[in-house]
């Protein structure tokens, strides 16, 4: 995201963050599966002015039914007649609904397309084709995780109205009380385990670091439990972040196994932004670890993602830069939509300077950063050593071969990879599990 990684962005081949939507499997308004049902059915006919008569400004102004044909054609040459399609995921993300489908064809193999769509204008808002979505698959534990040495405990974040779902996991091994860390998840309505495909990022540290004697608490956002009643007009970082992350680090120090000294806030993308503020409302703590913190504006960093990808047209680069412009200067009227959210949500993260934040902690900062980042690139985690200059004890650890997921990869990076099962690199819970024993010794 960007100021938040992992932002939904417009057009038919520009939908990075959608197309890794399937993070959370909650079900979408019922207005997407018709959407997503209509949009098939006259692509299928043949009739691209129906297939884009529900596209919102952006999607028009990017995808014309002449540009739509012309895609569609390009992939479906040898595929032969459109023979039907099926509703596989359904989920929401960033504010809107979102419906992934498996198209069939009478010759060539089957194709996947994702459709987003605005709960509050019934308007589509996001269209991506893709190779068929991968069959949900249920979570595995990495190699690193060793059951015997932790336990799982369902545990409840919050009071009502917003009681959240949680999952705290307890060293078995040895005498507590044992040093605990809260995770924060990146933007959006992600579950607990910030399942993003078939990955599973915050299953994966939970079960790691727990696995070497930490206590670990992760929780499903409010913006997944609760979004469909939620005001998204109105939301702010506090909705979404800080009241919640409040509720579960007092849950950590209610609970006799965790030494009450040793508490620590890890976040990852914009749930690491967000955390020195966090770790502020609830001080003390013990440090932070930041994954992937983001550092620049909003608009500049989504239009850097869509040129690195070099999938959208040179209109939808061009009214993308505009749009970015306008939401990075504070110009756009705050009820505007951009990526998801009212202008007035980026407008409330721009005006919390967590750099600064992070300096009144005086707690030691471990900041880490994957070489194949595209979302989170260089320029952010240099925004943070800059401001975090003369800080004691601040430590960054840089991953060449890790994503925005930290999980290994080559070559060029892409969206798409971001469907391929694989687990958080074990380089990652060993940084982390040595920050925690030592913050220190950096």
Known sequence: MIKQAGRCSRGIAAAFVLAIAVSSFVRA?????????????????????????????SMKAGLSPEKLRSTWQG???????????????????????????????????????LVAVNPQSGEVSGLYFMPSPPAIQKPTSPPYAQADKFRSETVSVG?????????????TTGTGPWPAVLLLGGSGPNDQDES????????????????????????????????????????????????????????????????????FI?????????????????????????????????????????????????????ELERKANELDNHLMPPTENFMGAPASYWYDLDARDEVALARQLKVPILILHGGRDYQVIDKDIEH?????????????????????????????PNNQEYLVPGHVDQQVIDAMAAFIGNPLAN
């Open 29 to 57: 308004a019922a207005v997407a599966d018709s959407r997503c049902d209509e949009l098939v059915k006259a692509l299928g006919a043949g009739d691209f002015s129906a297939a884009t008569a529900h596209f919102d400004s």
């Open 75 to 113: 992939l479906t040459t040898n595929a032969g007649k459109l023979l039907g399609s099926e509703i596989t995921t359904r989920t929401a993300k960033n504010g809107e609904d979102v419906v992934i489908a498996t198209l069939k064809f009478e010759h060539g193999p089957d194709m996947g397309v």
């Open 159 to 171: 009071s009502p109205p917003f009681v959240l779902p949680g999952t705290l996991t307890i060293p």
């Open 196 to 263: 993003i495909g078939p990955n599973h990022i915050f299953k994966d540290i939970a079960e790691g670091l727990s696995s070497r004697g930490i206590v670990v608490l992760r929780y499903s956002k409010r913006t997944l439990v609760y979004g469909k009643t939620m005001d998204v007009q109105h939301i702010t970082i506090k909705e979404e972040y800080l009241d919640d992350a409040t509720a579960a680090v007092n849950l950590l120090r209610s609970r006799k196994e965790v030494a009450q000294d040793r508490i």
């Open 266 to 318: 890890a976040g990852h993308s914009l749930g690491a932004t967000i955390a020195p503020e966090v770790a502020l409302r609830v001080a003390p703590v013990q440090g932070l670890i930041l994954l992937a913190p983001t550092g620049r504006k909003t608009g500049a960093a989504i239009v850097q993602q869509m040129r690195f990808l070099g999938e959208a047209s040179h209109e939808q680069l061009d």
């Open 384 to 412: 943070w050593q800059e401001g975090l200059k003369g800080v004691a004890h601040v430590h960054v650890d840089d991953f060449p071969a890790l994503n925005h997921l930290f999980i290994a990869g080559t070559g060029k």
